[in-house]
């Protein structure tokens, strides 16, 4: 069982940036490739980015990609996900997830925390 606590949400301006962060419970954080989605008003959730257990593999979604960078801290149990050159349209609530095997290519994930808001005012 992993516990996932997302952070680092707020408003923001258009250009602006933010760090989200995802802090995990348990023993086997490292063993789990972990993810990022969102979720905007009037819309299914949808992928954003994934890392692999090493960080050495990530996969991000094309609407994110240049802007949005993935990265784990193992020994803290954190994921965190670097958002700059915010856009009005990144506003949503963020998710972390966790999911046991596989590769960051996989869409289904095992544990979800509960989000954070990210608002982009313009």
């Known amino acids: 069982q992993v516990q996932l606590v997302e952070s680092g949400g707020g408003p923001v301006q258009t250009g602006g940036s933010l760090r989200l962060s995802c802090a995990a419970s348990?023993?086997?954080?490292?063993?789990?490739?972990m993810g990022w989605f969102r979720q905007a008003p009037g819309l299914e959730r949808e992928f954003v980015a994934a890392i692999s257990w090493s960080g050495s593999s990530t996969n991000y979604a094309d609407s994110v990609k240049g802007r949005f960078t993935i990265s784990r801290d193992n020994a803290k149990n954190t994921v965190y996900l670097q958002i700059n050159s915010l856009k009005p349209e990144d506003t949503a609530v963020y998710y972390c997830?966790?999911?046991?095997?596989?590769?960051?290519?996989?869409?289904?994930?095992?544990?979800w925390g509960q989000g954070t808001q990210v608002t982009v005012s313009s």
């Open positions: 348990g023993r086997t954080f490292s063993s789990y490739i």
């Open positions: 997830a966790a999911r046991r095997g596989g590769n960051v290519n996989y869409l289904s994930y095992d544990y």
